[in-house]
């Protein structure tokens, strides 16, 4: 089927685009001597996970146990669930982890350690990591506190417990506004990961991990020296956030959602799109790169840049506004494609990515969904 025959608003993945983005990352963090162990919660879909792993040891990240569920049916043995664990669902992360070579939890407090202890035993050990806060401020502990040594301490001893090390998630690095303010925060992402390892080991605790990353401080890092593995996801869809900021260009998005004008109005300068809030998050995006971003980059069929301005979303409209003369380049039932501001966002709120290879739908992916 061709794209100009779908019904829209419909979730669009070009799987060329998503193996080209892995691949390039893929040989960056090689260069750099550490491990990739990709993160899939952008796309959650087990066949963008096969070709994040191409060329790499096979770990993967998530960021809910029906991730981790779903991935570990597929096939994949080694999974880190990057959030702190609520300790109610310590007994189902418990169970599972015996399914698989290895399911690697995040603690940030005495209460999720309590859970994980409890769980624990001599025939079913559980592997943690101590979540840190590189600067973020988001979760995990702070490293300039005792109390933090103490917690790592803790979890070394426990002693149904694999201590793994350190894991830290440099999110601020989406407030950056080029690559340059990005190095800054990588170089952040590390000295504080690196520094807070080597103080644990200076204190008798064993860290064999340090585990970091975030898509846009991966692509910009100058150093890894003393992280062990990286963890960046988003780069396999890119969106304009990442193109905004300098992590990519906007023909690296893989995900894209094609949209049809159901309002033209050259006198207004407006046409209406079918694609609202529902179709594509209401993320604000970049403006703090660009205060007239709106709320996606908008594209023809053709990939060709169409200098119009997502304005507005209300739950299935989008208003876009822009000279008189564009607008009526585009009559009522023309179909366009959007980026979205944040591929991980927009693409949680379709049940099926439609696989597109030169304009045409070659197949489907569906993304784990719920939690
Ligand atoms: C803990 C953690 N690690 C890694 C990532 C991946 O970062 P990015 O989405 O920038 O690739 C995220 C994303 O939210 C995260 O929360």
Not at 233 to 249: K, T, V
Not at 352 to 364: F, S
Request: proline share 6%.
């Amino acid at each position: 089927m061709r794209l100009q025959d779908l019904r829209t608003p419909a979730a669009l993945v070009d799987p060329r685009v998503v193996g080209r983005n892995t691949e390039r990352l893929s040989r960056r963090i090689a260069g750099h001597g550490a491990r990739l162990r990709p993160h899939v919660k952008t796309h959650k879909t087990v066949e963008a996970g096969r070709l994040q792993v191409l060329g790499n040891f096979g770990g993967i990240t998530v960021s809910t146990l029906a991730e981790a569920r779903a991935f570990a049916a597929a096939g994949f043995r080694d999974i880190t669930w990057a959030v702190p664990i609520p300790p109610a669902k310590a007994a189902e992360a418990a169970a599972l982890a015996r399914e698989l070579e290895a399911l690697h939890l995040l603690v940030d407090s005495d209460e999720a350690a309590a859970a994980l202890e409890t769980q624990a035993t001599a025939g079913s050990r559980l592997s943690v990591f101590l979540k840190l806060d590189c600067g973020y401020h988001r979760a995990g502990v702070d490293p300039e506190s005792p109390d933090s040594v103490r917690l790592a301490r803790r979890l070394a001893d426990a002693p149904h417990l694999d201590f793994r090390g350190v894991l830290a998630h440099a999110g601020h690095s989406y407030a950056c506004r080029d690559p340059e303010e990005v190095r800054a925060v990588a170089r952040q992402e590390r000295e504080v990961s690196v520094d807070f390892a080597d103080r644990l080991r200076d204190a008798g605790v064993r860290v064999p991990e340090v585990s970091i990353g975030s898509t846009p401080t991966v692509t910009w890092a100058e150093s890894l020296e003393g992280v062990t593995e990286v963890r960046p996801g988003n780069y396999a869809f890119f969106d304009a956030l990442q193109a905004a900021i300098g992590s990519c260009r906007l023909e690296d998005a893989a995900f894209s959602v094609l949209a049809s004008v159901i309002g033209c109005y050259p006198a207004r300068g407006r046409l209406v799109l079918d694609a609202g809030a529902l179709a594509l998050s209401k993320d604000p995006g970049p403006t703090h790169v660009d205060p007239e971003c709106g709320f996606g980059a908008i594209r023809t069929l053709r990939d060709e840049a169409v200098p119009l301005r997502l304005v507005s979303l209300s739950q299935e409209h989008g208003a876009v506004d822009g000279p008189g003369d564009v607008v009526a380049r585009f009559p009522v039932g023309t179909r366009l494609r959007v980026i979205p501001n944040h591929s991980c966002l927009a693409s949680a709120l379709h049940e099926r990515y439609l696989v597109v290879e030169a304009e045409r739908v070659v197949g489907e992916w569906r993304p784990v969904r719920g939690w």
